[in-house]
């Protein structure tokens, strides 16, 4: 049967391993309304085109530039953002790796190039250079060059294979 | 006098976009019938292009989501054809072993765009959004393929031309692309010149053995051209260039000159042509 939403509706998901029920209208972005929340400003938002890739987010795993998903898409899903990165409040081996390769410089992009380096490890373990140049180039760093975020992203994956060893 | 906000430089804030009802379908039949049915439908993938189209003013009436249509995503072979699903990622395609089908097919799809795009955008989204710079239309142009459309008024089947020209039942659903397999078909996609200009070549024997070739020249601002070959000879140069005689003197944009074009054009034809011969073996 197909499924009908009106223009306002309540929307559940899991964010960041929380249960999260919202009254929001169809027409939202999901970056809109994670940067509504108190603890949602880590998604960042410049481009609003998909383009820049500064707002990633993981739903259902796979990442999404959250300017060009519509909140109501995640009904049910599992939305991982830069905020659920460290876990006890330890950083997370991508996040450690990007801050002690220094991976930024003004660090707009930075939640974006992690949560897009989270899930190029969660597929690839020991990515190739040529995977990660091709991930990397999906989100835009108008600072660094990329090289020390490429240094990171290697960093990052040497760091989550010694700890899964 | 000039106003920032009538130049349309400033995009609307999803905030000053008006709410809209969602159907999101369970087969390709309820689609159809949305489609029919309900307000100003707009269908949606993998909204990598039209979440912005809506920013820039594209009105929605009807969003019909096509999420649960599993049905369409895939690329399969039978009966002498590949398809691709419509929904099928630009990831998805680059993947799947039917694609193995059209040597050069998988490597094409895994250029459009980045990592980030292609486990999002789809084939159809892709055509569908009709931009000059997305580059399926080019590839299903050289393949010789041909897009399904289902509509509560019927079924057809039209070339990325005829796509270009609108010319899709209205209210309709793109459904799969379909490619013939013609014998030994083959494919090389050249993006090094992207934006300026990109070509595909396909390569194909027909029944009596002859080797077949169309090379499809696109650039971001002009639509795909395609170029017949005659492959009787070896030289592939001699080839590219009486190729090129073909191309309309007015094929040009502001950024790209129809005499670059036809220098460049030819000069990666030539390249593309050894390319495949020597991937025969
Ligand atoms: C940063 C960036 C880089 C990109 N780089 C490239 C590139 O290098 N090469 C390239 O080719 N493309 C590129 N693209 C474009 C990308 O491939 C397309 O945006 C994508 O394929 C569109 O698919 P979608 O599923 O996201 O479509 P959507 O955004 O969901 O829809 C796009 C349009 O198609 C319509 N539509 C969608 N599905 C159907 C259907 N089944 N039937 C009828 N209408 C339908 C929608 O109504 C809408 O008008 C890029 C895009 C971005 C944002
Ligand atoms: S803000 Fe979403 S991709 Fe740029
Ligand atoms: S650090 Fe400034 S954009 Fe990347």
Known sequence: MAERLGPRFDLSFTLNGASVSVSTTTATALADLLRERRDGRGTRLACERAVCGACTVLVDDVPRASCAVFAFEVEGSTVRTVEGMAEDGELSPVQAAFADNAAFQCGFCTAGMIVLTEALLARDPDPEEAAIRDWISSNICRCTGYSLILEAVRDAARRKRETAE | ?281
């Open chain 2, 1 to 281: 006098m000039y106003e920032v906000a009538q130049a349309g430089l400033i995009a609307a804030s999803y905030r000053d976009i008006p709410p809209f009802p969602v159907i999101a379908p369970a087969s390709v039949e309820e689609a159809v019938a949305a489609m029919a049915d309900a307000e100003a439908p707009v269908p949606y993938a993998g909204g990598t292009d039209l979440c912005g189209a809506v920013r820039e003013g594209k009105k929605i009436g009807t969003l019909i989501w096509l999420k649960r249509l599993d049905e369409l995503r895939g690329v399969r072979v039978a009966d002498g054809t590949l398809s691709i699903g419509a929904l099928t990622t630009h990831a998805g395609g680059a993947g799947a072993d039917a694609a193995g089908a059209i040597p050069g097919l998988a490597e094409a799809l895994s250029k459009l765009g980045k990592m980030r795009i292609r486990l999002s955008g789809t084939a159809g989204g892709n055509l569908m959004a009709r931009h000059t710079r997305y580059e399926m239309s080019i590839l299903l142009t050289a393949l010789g393929g041909t897009a399904h459309f289902a509509s509560a008024e019927g079924e057809a089947d039209l070339t990325a031309a005829d796509i270009w020209e609108r010319a899709e039942p209205p209210r309709s659903l793109l459904t799969r692309l379909s490619i013939p397999l013609a014998g030994d078909l083959r494919l090389d996609y050249d993006r090094s010149l992207r934006p300026l200009m990109t070509q595909a070549l396909a390569r194909w024997t027909d029944i009596s053995g002859r080797p077949q070739g169309r090379a499809v020249i696109a650039t971001e601002y002009l639509r795909p051209f395609a170029l017949d070959l005659e492959l009787a000879g070896t030289d592939a140069k001699g080839i590219a260039a009486a190729a090129y005689e073909a191309l309309p003197a007015d094929f040009a944009d502001p950024a790209s000159g129809n005499d670059w074009l036809r220098r460049a054009g030819a000069a990666i034809l030539a390249r593309q042509l050894a390319r495949l011969e020597a991937a025969r073996g």
